[in-house]
T-cell receptor, first 113, second 109 residues
């Protein structure tokens, strides 16, 4: 009964390094999302995938790329990390669109030095 | 574009006080509206939702009514408890889900 699984839980990068955050859900959900949470700014949508095979930009997509690998998996890539990308990242999923609630992963704490 | 605005916090109330947290939205279409809550050290949980104009969502004594004419979805509770201390997020949803900045609530005995 895993739900939404994110890896890693913690990561420290140096400026300019790259990394991929992994997210997988086992609830057969169609829609998946990546957010970042910063103090006083709530959750800001980075990218989302409303269905397998589609991805769209959210509110703050610059500096990120995503891949919807299959229905279960949705990864977030930082090609060249910057200190401004220090944040807590959450992956979320839901069955469809409009009415269903989001299910969240436990988050990844990322620090870019 | 779509956005959500919430009253700034932190909000500090005494136990049994009445709570209102204001939420207004800007939307290009007709979204569903949600309130999520984040308790200290935990992830976000759905508190309540409303899917169309004039719908009222309710849960655990909290209520919010979808007001299309004022583009608002204010959260209310008649009598708060210490256990309600948390951060509250208003959100709108189509295929994407956009959150407001959150309002921190502290309830003191």
């Amino acid at each position: 009964n895993a739900g939404v699984t994110q890896t890693p839980k913690f990561q420290v990068l140096k400026t300019g390094q790259s990394m991929t955050l992994q997210c997988a859900q086992d609830m057969n959900h169609n829609s998946m999302y990546w957010y970042r949470q910063d103090p006083g700014m709530g959750l800001r949508l980075i990218y989302y995938s409303a269905s397998e095979g589609t991805t769209d930009k959210g509110e703050v997509p610059n500096g990120y790329n995503v891949s919807r690998l299959n229905k279960r998996e949705f990864s977030l890539r930082l090609e060249s990390a910057a200190p401004s990308q220090t944040s807590v990242y959450f992956c979320a999923s839901r069955e469809g669109v409009l009415n269903e609630k989001l299910f969240f992963g436990s988050g990844t704490q990322l620090s870019v030095l | 574009g779509d956005s959500v605005t919430q009253m700034e916090g932190p909000v500090t109330l005494s136990e049994e006080a009445f709570l209102t947290i204001n939420c207004t939205y800007t939307a290009t279409g007709y979204p569903s509206l949600f309130w999520y809550v984040q308790y200290p050290g935990e992830g976000l949980q759905l508190l309540l939702k409303a899917t169309k104009a004039d719908d009222k969502g309710s849960n655990k004594g909290f209520e919010a009514t979808y007001r299309k004419e004022t583009t608002s979805f204010h959260l209310e509770k008649g009598s708060v408890q210490v256990s309600d201390s948390a951060v509250y997020f208003c959100a709108l949803a189509y295929d994407k889900v956009i959150f407001g900045p959150g309002t921190s609530l502290s309830v003191i005995p």
